[in-house]
């Protein structure tokens, strides 16, 4: 059973320039967090997703980021017109459709972007 | 809106040696915790979680957390460390009806040979 899946892993953009980054759930989840880490800080919330609608995005800079989950394929990430403060690691995580009742976010190895 | 504070950024201790790592909440409704582990440049793995009953709670590796209510805490320990445990640790926090989870900003703990 395969994990989180994220790639790329690591991306290297200049200013400017648009990145991807695509996570794809656990089999069998169906909702899917995305999380920033700055150097030496820890996880920031971003966005919360299930399947074609965004269910949380209070943690999303107004500007130039989006998030998608599509009814099929990976969820997205968007970062347009990236900056240097921009540089970090983004985390996905998922969890199951229904309410285990554990609340656990399995996560993803997570896609570096260096943005020179 | 919850928040979890982790009073220590750094912990050195010897190997062998016992270990405890703080961390404190605030939320206004029910909640459940979380510790996980952050080797360098992988992803986070979940090392134990409290969702109810016992407030002593064990999780992989060694390592068991104490829920206390009174004091909002839930404190990571293990009684002997190793150098494999070097590793940041993140505890969190889910709060009331929320499927995303508050973390704190991590514990960097290095063990020492």
């Known amino acids: 059973n395969a994990g989180v899946m994220q790639n790329p892993r690591h991306l290297v953009r200049r200013r400017g320039q648009e990145a991807r980054l695509r996570c794809s759930p656990m089999?069998?989840?169906?909702?899917v967090y995305w999380y920033r880490q700055l150097p030496e800080e820890g996880l920031k919330f971003m966005v919360y997703?299930?399947?074609?609608?965004?269910?949380?995005e209070s943690g999303m800079p107004k500007e130039r980021f989006s998030a998608e989950f599509p009814k099929e394929g990976p969820s997205i990430l968007r970062i347009q017109q990236v900056v240097r403060g921009d540089s970090a690691a983004y985390f996905c995580a998922s969890s199951p459709p229904y309410d285990t009742n554990t609340g656990e976010l399995f996560f993803g190895e997570g896609s570096r972007l260096t943005v020179l | 809106a919850q928040s979890v504070t982790q009073l220590d950024s750094q912990v050195p201790v010897f190997e062998e040696a016992p270990v405890e790592l703080r961390c404190n909440y605030s939320?206004?409704?029910?909640?459940?915790l979380f510790w996980y582990v952050q080797y360098p440049n992988q992803g986070l793995q979940l090392l134990l979680k409290y969702l109810s009953g016992s407030t002593l709670v064990k999780g992989i590796n060694g390592f068991e957390a104490e829920f206390n209510k009174s004091q909002t805490s839930f404190h990571l320990r293990k009684p002997s460390v190793h150098i494999s445990d070097t590793a940041e640790y993140f505890c969190?926090?889910?709060?009331?009806?929320?499927?995303?989870?508050?973390f704190g900003s991590g514990t960097q703990l290095t063990v020492l040979p």
């Open positions: 089999k069998g989840h169906s909702h």
């Open positions: 969190a926090v889910r709060a009331g009806s929320a499927r995303q989870l508050t």
């Open positions: 997703l299930q399947k074609e609608n965004i269910i949380d």
């Open positions: 939320s206004s409704v029910s909640v459940y």
